[in-house]
């Protein structure tokens, strides 16, 4: 069983930054993910790095989200810049052994995290 725990959330200012770090209990999961949900919408998928260091991002947070993970530290973190009140949800670590390019999009992930709440003010 992998425990997820995050961290780094909280209450910013549209145009500002934040990151999120998510520990590992176990971090030999080639795959970890960042989802969110908005209140009333359904989660959905933020972006995921590969063992291998290769990424994926939602189209809604390109050129704005980084993803990154340190393999020495068994973390992974997710670098927000230009936040926008879209960008208000609860944010998911997920992790998961493989997945094809098309699959790391899915929810289809083995092991989550408690969340962490990130509020932009517009």
């Known amino acids: 069983q992998v425990q997820l725990v995050e961290s780094g959330g909280g209450l910013v200012q549209a145009g500002g930054s934040l990151r999120l770090s998510c520990a590992a209990s176990d971090f030999r999961s080639s795959v970890m993910g960042w989802f969110r949900q908005a209140p009333g919408k359904e989660r959905e998928f933020v972006a995921a790095?590969?063992?291998?260091?290769?990424?994926y991002y939602a189209d809604s947070v390109k050129g704005r989200f980084t993803i990154s993970r340190d393999n020495g530290k068994n973390t992974v973190y997710l670098q927000m810049n230009s936040l926008k009140s879209e960008d208000t949800a609860v944010y998911y670590c997920a992790a998961r052994q493989y997945c094809s390019a098309n699959e790391c999009y899915t929810p289809r992930y083995d092991y989550w995290g408690q969340g962490t709440q990130v509020t932009v003010s517009s």
């Open positions: 790095i590969k063992w291998s260091s290769s990424t």
